[in-house]
């Protein structure tokens, strides 16, 4: 695949996932009953819900950033990979299956956005490796 067509991919899926993880980080730093609501009928203290809040918009602050923070992206790939991996199984158990719909669609857009990201990022120059 051409580095263009990789690029184009991959801000794409960042996009997506900055708007998806942005909007419902500010849903839960601001309390919106929705979010709340669903969240601790899963099960969820009210504490945690704050700090995922925090969490999900420092990640996509460092998303956003081009060219810079790479390995800090590489955990920031990571929490989003739990937190929908959570999701989906915490709705599994409390709502069913059919209510993981929006779980899936996020695994696989942060799955082909972490490839582009791969492609674009060699370890070298993630890690620093030599």
Same mark, same amino acid.
Request: proline letters at 4%.
């Given at each position: 695949? &051409?580095? &263009? ?13 900055? $708007? ?11 309390? %919106? *009953?929705?979010?709340? #609501?669903? *969240?601790?009928? /899963?099960?969820?203290? =009210? ?14 602050? +460092? $998303?956003?950033? =081009? %060219?810079?923070? /790479?390995?800090?992206?590489?955990? +920031? ?5 739990? #937190? ?5 199984? !915490? ?6 299956? =059919? ?10 857009? $942060? *799955?082909? *956005? ?7 990022? !060699? =370890? ?7």
């Amino acid at each position: 695949m &051409k580095t &263009k067509t990789t690029k184009i991919i991959y801000w794409a899926g960042v996009i997506f996932m900055s $708007l998806w993880f942005g909007a419902s980080g500010f849903f839960e730093l601001t309390k %919106n *009953t929705v979010v709340w #609501d669903i *969240t601790q009928q /899963l099960g969820y203290p =009210p504490h945690f819900i704050y700090i995922l809040g925090v969490f999900k918009i420092a990640g996509v602050l +460092v $998303l956003l950033l =081009p %060219n810079r923070l /790479l390995r800090l992206k590489e955990w +920031v790939f990571a929490g989003m990979f739990f #937190d929908i991996l959570f999701a989906f199984f !915490s709705k599994i158990a409390v709502f069913g299956f =059919p209510s993981t719909v929006d779980a899936m669609v996020a695994f696989s857009v $942060l *799955t082909v *956005t972490y490839i582009m990201f791969r492609k674009l990022y !060699s =370890p070298e120059m993630v890690f620093g490796e030599a």
